[in-house]
């Protein structure tokens, strides 16, 4: 079982940028993706980045333009730039985890946390107006 921790969470003035690291533990396989989510208080939890291993990254529209997802793969460390922070970009920000693609998908899938069955602890992000 992979374990995956997300770090570099922290406080920041609208118009910053934060960079969150994920470092991923207990597997010598490469996933199929990888993706980022956050969840502010009283709302559910939305997709923010994912990112197929080689391939595409997807982005929802309030974000794009604004985050950036990446991968080391030689640290298995999933990385998200956050630029341009807004106050409600407030959350608490996770990654997740698919070792192996389903026969079919929509793209759109990607960024659905019940798409992903390992998940991190989280990291607080505070942006402040």
């Known amino acids: 079982q992979v374990q995956l921790v997300e770090s570099g969470g922290g406080s920041v003035q609208s118009g910053g940028s934060l960079r969150l690291s994920c470092a991923a533990s207990?597997?010598?396989?490469?996933?199929?993706?990888m993706g980022w989510f956050r969840q502010a208080p009283g709302k559910e939890r939305e997709g923010v980045a994912a990112?197929?291993?080689?391939?595409?990254?997807v982005y929802p529209d309030s974000v794009k333009g604004r985050f950036t997802v990446s991968r080391d793969n030689a640290k298995n460390t999933l990385y998200l730039q956050m630029n341009s922070l807004k106050p409600e970009d407030t959350a608490i920000y996770f990654c997740?985890?698919?070792?192996?693609?389903?026969?079919?998908?929509?793209?759109?899938?990607?960024?659905?946390?019940?798409?992903?069955?390992?998940w991190g602890p989280g990291t607080q992000v505070t942006v402040s107006a």
């Open positions: 997740a985890e698919r070792s192996v693609a389903p026969p079919s998908y929509h793209t759109s899938s990607l960024l659905l946390p019940s798409w992903y069955p390992n």
């Open positions: 990112l197929v291993i080689g391939g595409q990254s």
């Open positions: 207990g597997s010598t396989s490469t996933p199929y993706a």
